[in-house]
């Protein structure tokens, strides 16, 4: 069982808006940076969004991230067929009782 | 280009010793921390560990505390992992993943294409 709570799956049309919550505590989201990973199938992770809502170079503005509290969300406006994929999310974790990195479960987005 | 090659990976017995590496190159290697994930096929990430640019400080998942132990060469551009007491639950396909600072704790910006770890008799 994961430290950060993902959903399972979303989905949406082509050309619509999707959001991926991830909930964690105190000890991780609410207090550290939350980033998101896109795995497209049979490929490595690629990093979407990092410091909570910033993206790396080359990655559309489709893509957005934000965080509240303990919780974070990542938004994918004019959804695309090729953006069906796993997305996780990650931050650091202060609690003793986990590794100092944890992630989400990761959620399966179909279009 | 910013790289990173993961190899070592490989069938090894419950109980054994496997050295995984990372071959990095792109960018000033001993700038950044250096992290292994690994993945069960099928299923989400999990960290592994992770280690400081300086190679000072490193960080384990509690799964693997004693039993893996990570370093780098900065001097090679290489992470390297010491897997030893294998467990058939370590089977996995395992990451390098750059992070964005020198400490850990930042974005994995870059990624490998993995090395698979088969634990089995």
């Known amino acids: 069982q994961s430290v950060l709570t993902q959903p399972p799956s979303v989905s949406a049309a082509p050309g619509q808006k999707v959001t991926i919550s991830c909930s964690g505590s105190?000890?991780?989201?609410?207090?550290?940076?939350v980033s998101w990973y896109q795995q497209l199938p049979g490929t490595a992770p690629k990093l979407l969004i990092y410091?909570?809502?910033k993206r790396p170079s080359g990655i559309p503005d489709r893509f957005s991230g934000s965080k509240s509290g303990t919780s974070a969300t990542l938004g994918i406006t004019g959804l695309q067929t090729g953006d069906e994929a796993d997305y996780y999310c990650?931050?650091?974790?202060?609690?003793?009782?986990?590794?100092?990195?944890?992630f989400g479960g990761g959620t399966k987005l179909t279009v | 280009e910013v790289q990173l090659l993961e190899s070592g990976g490989g069938l090894v017995q419950p109980g054994g010793s496997l050295r995984l590496s990372c071959a990095a190159s792109?960018?000033?290697?001993?700038?950044?921390?250096m992290n292994w994930v690994r993945q069960i096929p099928g299923k989400g990430l999990e960290w592994v560990s992770a280690?400081?640019?300086?190679?000072?400080?490193?960080y384990y998942a509690d799964s693997v505390n004693g039993r893996f132990t990570i370093s780098r060469d900065n001097s090679k551009n290489t992470l390297y992992l010491e897997m030893n007491y294998l467990r058939a639950e370590d089977t996995a396909l395992y990451y390098c993943?750059?992070?964005?600072?020198?400490?850990?704790?930042?974005?994995?910006?870059?990624w490998g294409q993995g090395t698979m770890v088969t634990v089995s008799s």
């Open positions: 105190s000890s991780n989201i609410g207090n550290n940076y």
């Open positions: 993943a750059k992070g964005r600072g020198e400490l850990p704790g930042h974005a994995l910006d870059i």
């Open positions: 792109g960018f000033t290697f001993s700038t950044y921390a």
């Open positions: 280690v400081r640019g300086t190679g000072a400080s490193t």
């Open positions: 410091d909570n809502n």
């Open positions: 990650g931050t650091w974790d202060s609690s003793l009782s986990t590794g100092p990195v944890v």
